[in-house]
């Protein structure tokens, strides 16, 4: 269940087995009355959050929703703790309310598996739009949280601290781009595509 969340109206995602209910919550932006009721409704225990990068649009409702829940907060790489730091600092920048920096329980490095929802998922570092900008990997199920690296039709900005675009370019060709046509994603905002779809129709990949 895709949750549009603070005025970025970022995708914030719940995640679960229909079998036993086990979930996760990938980028709790903010807004966490709003994943708290959603959570209720579809009765998800939450297991864990996990986050693909340390911008606030991503990461300012974490602290809390982890407070809220009693559960631990995964990811993303270590080279995004300065973003997450100044997470307070982002919230002024941007004219939102101050939010609390979350301390993730466990950093995340390419290649490394991550489970939640009881499915594994493989971790893709792909920096470009923040330095420790993550990606999970459903293999077996042709599924990806591609987080700010891809969207349909776009790519993530590159013009905030530690972006960069010929890195973002670099990071969706060798790491995204292989995984196959047939991969769908659930980007940070936006509609969900597929690999296949961008590959063909995506300006910025031409």
């Known amino acids: 269940m ?29 807004d966490v009355p709003a994943i708290l ?60 309310p101050d939010v609390k920096p979350v301390e993730p329980d466990l950093w995340l490095s390419d290649g490394d598996t991550i489970a939640f929802a009881d499915r594994i998922f493989e971790v893709l570092h792909c920096p470009g739009h923040a330095p420790g900008h993550v990606v999970f990997f459903d293999r077996e199920m042709r599924i990806a949280f591609s987080g700010d690296v891809l969207f349909a039709g776009s790519i993530g900005r590159t013009d905030l601290p530690g972006g960069n675009h010929d890195v973002l370019i670099s ?30 129709t995506n300006p910025f990949l031409k």
């Open 2 to 30: 895709v949750i549009p969340v603070t005025p970025f109206q970022q995708n914030c995602t719940l995640v679960w087995n229909p079998e036993t209910l086990h979930a996760a919550v990938v980028d709790p932006g903010g």
């Open 171 to 200: 990071s969706i060709k060798t790491k995204l781009l292989p995984l196959g046509d047939d991969v769908s994603f659930i980007p940070g905002h936006g509609p969900a595509s597929t690999i296949g779809q961008e590959r063909q």
């Open 37 to 96: 009721d959603a959570i209720k409704q579809t009765g998800a225990k939450v297991q864990k959050i996990v986050l693909t990068h340390g911008h606030i649009d991503h990461v300012g409702g974490a602290a809390d929703l982890a407070e809220a829940l009693g559960v631990p907060v995964e990811g993303p790489h270590e080279a995004d703790r300065p973003l997450i730091e100044r997470v307070a600092d982002q919230a002024r920048q941007f004219g939102l």
